[in-house]
């Protein structure tokens, strides 16, 4: 009878399945920010124009409490960016892209308008998406 041999990582787990399970939480991971980015960012579009806004555009119509909260779910993209090992060069400029976002957004009616323009969390998702050598097209083949 012969023995099976299997290459064991350091805790008894085979190399290939924990390679694996980490690209699958990845991209899960991955799915979960493109979602926040789109409802935060494009979720909302107007008819016979191009230009969609999401949730951070409505939620900066309340004065500093809406601003407040879109810089927390974009805190919040930049924090599972670190988790997946995203360096700290590219964490700073995620950073810039959140606090432009909330500092500017803070401004009565200009803020607003800069909101609708500005997508801090789709720039900080494609920062992301290219740090690992991804694109939009890959999260959604990937389902």
Known sequence: MATRTWNTGPHGSRAH??????????LRRLRRLS?????????????????????????????????????????????EARRMGVPSDKLARMIGN???????GAVPVAGDIFDVFFKSHRRN?????????????????AR
């Open 35 to 79: 979602t926040i980015a789109r409802l935060m960012d494009t979720a909302i579009g107007i008819p016979g124009t191009r230009l969609r806004f999401g949730a951070d555009s409505v939620f900066g119509l309340v004065p500093v409490i809406g601003d407040a909260g879109g810089a927390l779910v974009g805190l919040y993209m930049v924090n």
């Open 98 to 104: 959140v606090a432009a976002d909330a500092v500017v």
């Open 17 to 26: 399945t924990g390679d694996t399970a980490d690209r699958l939480d990845r």
């Open 125 to 141: 998702l494609a920062i992301v998406l290219d740090h690992f050598g991804l694109d939009h097209e890959d999260l959604r083949r």
